[in-house]
């Protein structure tokens, strides 16, 4: 059984890319994800303004960090995702787009619906059919349903169920 995550998901879901599109020129790029090394984390801390201690988070047993890049530049992360397989879905603990990509103006759009898809991607790939969990700030609970297509189950747990991931998949993975 995992550790339960202190976190309750509350990044907004900006935009929905076949990617990540730069807001200033609309110029989209493609991504790739990759699992994040100690040395990746080295200045991503407060100071740096990341919200969240994702050196604790990487060390954390049944975790899985991953970061996303734009291709071919692997030293910038654009976010960062911690995962769990609980071997018959993916739970997402945490997930952060880069200081850079949040507010206004952010550098990237589709960071956030990115990492979402590629957790419903390796759900697919280890058979669990897309299923991915997580747990909703109440505030965005209705958001993630139409950003997503996630569904509400109760005491902010929130899934994304086959059909949805697809979709989230499609836009995001070339096949």
């Not at 059984?1 to 989209?28: A, C, E, R």
């Not at 550098?107 to 619906?113: A, R, S, T």
């Not at 747990?135 to 297509?149: F, Q, V």
Request: charged share 20%; proline share 3%; glycine share 6%.
């Amino acid at each position: 059984m995992p550790i339960q995550s202190k976190y309750h998901i509350g990044i907004q879901v900006d935009k929905l890319t076949n990617s990540i599109v730069n807001t200033i020129s609309g110029d989209s790029f493609e991504t790739e994800t990759l699992a994040v090394s100690q040395q990746d984390l080295k200045n991503i801390n407060k100071n740096n303004h990341w919200n969240f201690n994702w050196k604790v988070e990487s060390k954390i047993k049944d975790r899985q960090v991953y970061k996303l890049t734009i291709e071919g530049n692997p030293h910038i992360i654009q976010g960062l995702i911690s995962i769990s397989d609980l071997k018959d879905h993916f739970y997402l603990h945490l997930i952060e787009s880069a200081p850079f990509n949040m507010g206004k103006p952010k550098l990237y759009e589709g960071v956030p619906g990115n990492l979402f898809a590629f957790t419903c991607k390796k759900s697919f790939e280890h058979g669990y059919e897309g299923f991915v969990s997580f747990t909703s700030k109440t505030r965005l609970m209705a958001h993630y349903e139409s950003a997503l297509g996630a569904k509400h189950i109760g005491n902010h747990k929130m899934i994304i169920f086959p059909d949805a991931a697809a979709i989230l998949i499609n836009k995001y993975f070339k096949q």
